[in-house]
């Protein structure tokens, strides 16, 4: 699987610096954990300002506010060129909103950070939570990628 990484440097140098990398490793975990064999596809991860993510938010959700993580799943009927790779979709940051939240639920930005890539992942991947039962099994995957990184579950 191909990972493209495009950062507002900007925004993500004081929140943290090494989100690209982190991000790659975050997903790639996700992907090993699932057992996916996702060669020839490629993910887009976009780490954004809390303006660009208000925005995108407003447009796709009608909530004009920025939030953690969005995901675009891409379109399972996209006709892919010989050769290239297949496009999975698109996980996007906000840098500000991820910054807080670390620090009003006491964890490090690189501990949270890595937990929004990987339910972004889960959510490419076609799991959801809007109802009790999915939500579960959702939390549940993301505690045991994360434990598998040594992180501690983040909802306790």
Do not use: C
């Not at 929140?15 to 997903?27: E, N, Q, R, T, Y």
């Amino acid at each position: 699987m191909i990972i493209n990484v495009d950062a507002d440097e900007e925004a993500w140098a004081a929140v943290l610096p090494d989100a690209g990398k982190i991000a790659v490793s975050a997903a790639n975990a996700a992907v090993r954990f699932l057992g996916k064999d996702l060669g020839g596809s490629a993910l887009e991860i976009v780490l954004a300002t809390d303006e660009e993510v208000a925005e995108l938010n407003g447009q796709w959700r009608g909530k004009p506010k920025p939030t953690n993580v969005l995901s675009f799943p891409a379109a399972s009927d996209i006709v892919v060129p010989p050769g290239e790779p297949r496009p999975l979709g698109e996980i996007i940051l906000a840098a500000g909103v991820v910054a807080r939240e670390a620090a009003e639920q006491s964890k490090s930005p690189a501990d949270h950070f890595t937990h929004l890539v990987v339910h972004g992942f889960l959510h490419i991947m076609g799991y959801d939570h809007e109802v009790e039962a999915e939500a579960d099994r959702m939390e549940r995957l993301e505690t045991e990628v994360l434990a598998q990184m040594g992180i501690a579950n983040p909802y306790d």
